[in-house]
C-alpha cells in the first residue's frame, strides 16, 4: 500500500502510523537544508548516522554548514573518511593528541577521528571519542557507512557500523541507475548486493531491486538505531522523482519513519538561520568550556 506523504513546499498531506503518530513528509526536488534540519527535528544532543550510498558526503555537509552556524558540530565516520579539505573543518580532535584537552567554546565544525591513515584518511570512531564528541560539542553527524564513492552497494556482515547512541538512521540512495544495468563498475560489493536484490552482472536495475535493498535484513536500514529516514538522493527533475516514487509504490515501507526525496543545495541568503537558537547551543558550549 502506498504511503501518503507531505509534500513540503506544496498542500500539505499528512499520514498516521498506527500509533497516531504523524508518519512521513516528503520534500520536492530541491531541499533547503534549513529546512530539511526542522523535519528531521535536529536539536542539541543529536545523534545522526548516515549510511548508504551516493549522497552521504554532500548531505553531512550541507547539515554541518548550516549546523555550525550557531553550534559546534562533529563530523565523524565509523569506518573511514577523508581528510577535511580547505575551509571545511574548524579543528581535527584525534584520539590522544592535545587538541582534546582544549575547550570547545565557539561554533564551527569540528572533526573527530580515531586517526590518521594512509591515503589521506581518518579512521575510526571509537567510545572514548563518541564520548569525547557527546560531552564537548552539541550535534554529532557520522558517516557510518562506505561505498567507495560508487551509487550502489551490498553490506558486509559488519556493515554499516551505526553507533547505539544514533536517534535518527538516515538511509541515502540515489535512483539514476534505474533502468540502467549494474555491474562492479557502479555497485560496492557487487556479490552482497547480487545476494540482497536477486541482479546479476548486467542485469538492468529495476524498482523491485531496490526496494529488496531497503526493506532486506541484510539492506539499508539492517543495522539501523532510532528513527529511520530514507533519501532518495541526487533526483534532480521528475523523471527522477518518478522513479522514487515507483519504488515507494512497489512495496510497503511502513517501517520507514520519514521519506524524502530530492537534491541537497545550500542556501546562501545570509540568513543565519539554524534552528537551534544561540541559547540552546550557548547553554551547551557553557557546560564543556572547561572540558
Not at 544532543?45 to 559546534?72: D, F, N, P, Q
Not at 580532535?93 to 590518521?116: F, H, K, N
Not at 594512509?118 to 575510526?124: A, I
Request: hydrophobic share 35%; glycine share 10%; with cysteine.
Amino acid at each position: 500500500m502506498r504511503k501518503q506523504v507531505m509534500d513540503f513546499f506544496q498542500k500539505s498531506v499528512t499520514s498516521y502510523n498506527r500509533n497516531g503518530k504523524v508518519q512521513t513528509r516528503r520534500y520536492k526536488l530541491e531541499i533547503n537544508i534549513r529546512e530539511l534540519i526542522f523535519y528531521l527535528n535536529i536539536h542539541v544532543g543529536s545523534v545522526i548516522s548516515v549510511v548508504g550510498s551516493g549522497g552521504k558526503t554532500t548531505l553531512i555537509s550541507a547539515l554541518a554548514r548550516e549546523l555550525s552556524k550557531r553550534c559546534r558540530v562533529c563530523v565523524a565516520a565509523s569506518t573511514k573518511m577523508k581528510y577535511p579539505g580547505a575551509g571545511e573543518c574548524d579543528r581535527l580532535i584525534l584520539r590522544g593528541s592535545p587538541q582534546m584537552l582544549q575547550p570547545v567554546t565557539v561554533p564551527g565544525i569540528y572533526y573527530v577521528a580515531d586517526e590518521e591513515v594512509p591515503g589521506h584518511k581518518l579512521h575510526g570512531f571509537s567510545q572514548e571519542m563518541v564520548d569525547w564528541a557527546r560531552a564537548n560539542t552539541d550535534v554529532l553527524l557520522i558517516e557510518a557507512d562506505g561505498s567507495r564513492t560508487l551509487p550502489l552497494k551490498g553490506w558486509s556482515d559488519y556493515e554499516p557500523v551505526v553507533i547505539r547512541e544514533t536517534d535518527t538512521t538516515i538511509g541515502v540512495m540515489p535512483v539514476f541507475l534505474l533502468g540502467k544495468p549494474v555491474d562492479e563498475t557502479n555497485v560496492h560489493r557487487f556479490d552482497a548486493f547480487s545476494q540482497i536484490t536477486g541482479a546479476k552482472r548486467g542485469d538492468i536495475l529495476t524498482a523491485e531491486h531496490m526496494l529488496r535493498l531497503i526493506e532486506s535484513p541484510k539492506g539499508l536500514f539492517g543495522k539501523a538505531v532510532g528513527e529511520k529516514v530514507l533519501f532518495f538522493s541526487q533526483v534532480q527533475n521528475e523523471a527522477q522523482e518518478d522513479m522514487a516514487n515507483a519504488i515507494v509504490d512497489a512495496g510497503d515501507l511502513s517501517f520507514i519513519d520519514k521519506i524524502i526525496i530530492g537534491c541537497i543545495y545550500s542556501d546562501d541568503s545570509g540568513d543565519p538561520g539554524c534552528p537551534l537558537t544561540s541559547t540552546e547551543c550557548d547553554g551547551e558550549m557553557s557546560k564543556g568550556a572547561g572540558i
